[in-house]
């Protein structure tokens, strides 16, 4: 099993384009989400599914759109790319929400000049 | 929102030492994780705690949960550079619309120096 993926692994944007990060996993879990990781912030959650065709914000989500047409894939749109959005992005899976175990991906870093 | 205050930011210790990790809250959370990431990985799980009280052990590694369920440590016996990474806290939320969603402390940067 490949567990989660991230594509790509690093990407820089010039200010105002728009890209989307690629997140799959083959572990079938109805749980998914995404966070940015910031230096002493630790993980702040973005947008996050509980299942296809469901999804909600977290705690930080201007400026991303996510969708879920599919239990495996959970991409995240940057619409329009400012230089506060340069971070690390990880996306998670995981059976369900709670306590059971995060599977994170190995992350994308993302610089927005 | 919760929020999860995880000292201390950063620890530097010698090989052998012992140390904690506090993460505490004002919020009550249903769970506890705590997750090690090393340099260009995602977070890999350590432990889960669910109930107050709760102590788990992990070869050198000490969990405890709160009683109140505000609060968690870690603690770690005669430590190991291969010990060195960050160490986050993430409690899931206990009640309400935003039931089970993790909130993540900061992070505590480990360098165990050998």
């Known amino acids: 099993n490949a567990g989660v993926t991230q594509t790509p692994k690093f990407q820089v944007l010039k200010t105002g384009q728009s890209m989307t990060l690629q997140c799959a996993q083959d572990m079938n879990h109805e749980y998914m989400s995404w966070y940015r990781q910031d230096p002493g912030m630790g993980l702040r959650l973005i947008h996050y599914s509980v299942g296809a065709g469901i999804t909600d914000q977290g705690e930080v989500p201007n400026g991303y759109n996510v969708s879920r047409s599919t239990t495996e894939d959970f991409p995240l749109r940057l619409l329009s790319a400012a230089p506060s959005q340069t971070s690390v992005y990880f996306c998670?899976?995981?059976?369900?929400?709670?306590?059971?175990?995060?599977?994170f991906g190995p992350g994308t870093r993302l610089t927005v000049t | 929102t919760q929020l999860l205050e995880q000292s201390p930011q950063f620890l530097s210790i010698q090989e052998g030492e012992n140390l904690t990790v506090y993460c505490n809250s004002s919020s009550v959370f249903s769970s506890l994780q705590w997750y090690r990431q090393e340099p260009g990985e995602g977070p890999v799980l350590l432990v889960t705690v669910v109930t107050g009280g709760e102590v788990k052990k992990l070869k050198r590694l000490t969990f405890q949960f709160g009683d109140a369920r505000k609060d968690s440590s870690l603690h770690i016996t005669a430590a190991q550079p291969g010990d060195t990474g960050l160490y986050l806290c993430?409690?899931?939320?206990?009640?309400?619309?935003?039931?089970?969603?993790?909130?993540f402390g900061q992070g505590t940067i480990l360098t165990v120096h050998p």
């Open positions: 998670a899976s995981s059976y369900r929400e709670g306590y059971y175990e995060q599977y």
């Open positions: 993430a409690g899931a939320t206990a009640g309400g619309t935003s039931y089970g969603k993790l909130t």
